[in-house]
């Protein structure tokens, strides 16, 4: 049995008096609006705004605010209509994954093939990717690595936050720029940041990283199907292709809609085998086929060359091994918790 002694009505009117008071004193406008860095009094600053600015009428401030919030019109060219296209994503500096990749993508019949940028990073020998996409036709996409290259920054703008992270993303960067010339920087400089490819009749917008932001890492335990068909929604596409997260996967969206991260050629997918990944879409009956293909390619003489020029041993032990040694920390954690280390 509780022993408090009950409120009489004057005490809890008095309470709920000081409540209120307390809660109007800290509501109370005091005066004062901020002005850049400054509190000026609340009579200047609206002065000082109805001067400078304009007074919109009810229909001209919703006017303005549907323009604010419509969707942007893109005028990105429309390639295609193709019915078959392979798309890879991140080579790294691996010639030879590129040179598989090119390889078995005509072979399987692919009419047109793409990569999604990051050209440079991790693997040996920069230069060595250029003349590959150039005489195959390759349409590239301008990835961080690519737009950080040509405009000479210091760093990748990969979007890592952990400093072991971005102490092995400034030794590879730093490695590429110096082996990259300043003929290839330009023309990295001039590629596209984003594609419109018609594959039968579904519209795809190809990206680095989201179409959102360059270095936005899609990764599949940790995107929403929700921000997802909104990302298809303001862009007004059918699919988006991207890369930059490094893993591969596929959703089929409730509205039909597909997001595919292609994979990338530059390392293997954290899976404990050598292998890469890209993918492939084609024109079916039920719209558009998507195959996310594993790919084979000689790992142990990329890693012997990454070891003649003196690149980390981590990065020699991923493309030997398949399991990620670096840039860990980014991963969500069921991705994290499907590797190794």
């Not at 009489?8 to 509501?27: P, T």
Request: aromatic share 8%; charged share 25%; with cysteine.
């Amino acid at each position: 049995m509780s022993n408090r002694v009950p409120e009489d009505d004057e005490v809890k009117r008095e309470r709920a008096a000081d409540k209120a008071a307390e809660r109007a004193r800290l509501v109370a406008h005091r005066g004062l609006a901020t002005w850049g860095e400054k509190l000026v009094p609340l009579g200047d600053f609206r002065r000082a705004a109805a001067e400078s600015g304009s007074v919109l009428t009810p229909a001209q401030r919703a006017a303005a605010g549907e323009a604010l919030l419509a969707q942007c019109e893109d005028s990105t060219p429309i390639e295609g209509p193709y019915d078959r296209i392979a798309v890879c994503g991140g080579i790294y500096n691996n010639h030879l994954a590129l040179a598989a990749f090119l390889d078995r993508a005509r072979a399987e019949g692919a009419e047109a093939l793409y990569c999604l940028g990051d050209l440079g990073g991790f693997g040996p020998s920069p230069e060595k990717v250029w003349p590959l996409l150039v005489d195959a036709e390759v349409r590239v996409n301008q990835g961080n690595y690519e737009q950080s290259l040509a405009s000479g920054r210091e760093d990748c703008n990969c979007g890592y936050t952990d400093p072991r992270d971005n102490h092995f993303a400034r030794l590879s960067y730093e490695y590429t720029a110096r082996g990259c010339s300043s003929d290839f920087k330009s023309w990295m400089g001039q590629l596209p940041a984003r594609r419109r490819v018609l594959v039968g009749d579904r519209e795809l917008l190809l990206v680095h990283g989201s179409p959102r932001r360059v270095n936005e890492f899609l990764f599949e335990t940790a995107t929403s199907t929700a921000y997802l068909e909104g990302l298809l929604d303001q862009e007004g596409a059918d699919g988006i292709l991207c890369t930059h997260s490094g893993l591969h996967w596929h959703r089929r969206l409730p509205s039909g809609r597909d997001l595919v991260n292609v994979g990338v050629l530059g390392r293997p997918a954290n899976d404990g085998t050598p292998r890469v990944w890209y993918a492939v879409l084609e024109s079916t009956s039920d719209g558009l086929g998507v195959h996310l293909t594993p790919l084979d390619y000689d790992h142990q003489a990329l890693a012997a060359e990454m070891r003649s020029e003196g690149l980390p041993p981590e990065f020699i032990a991923t493309i030997e091994g398949g399991w990620w040694t670096t840039c860990l920390e980014i991963l969500p954690a069921k991705e994290r918790g499907r590797g190794r280390f």
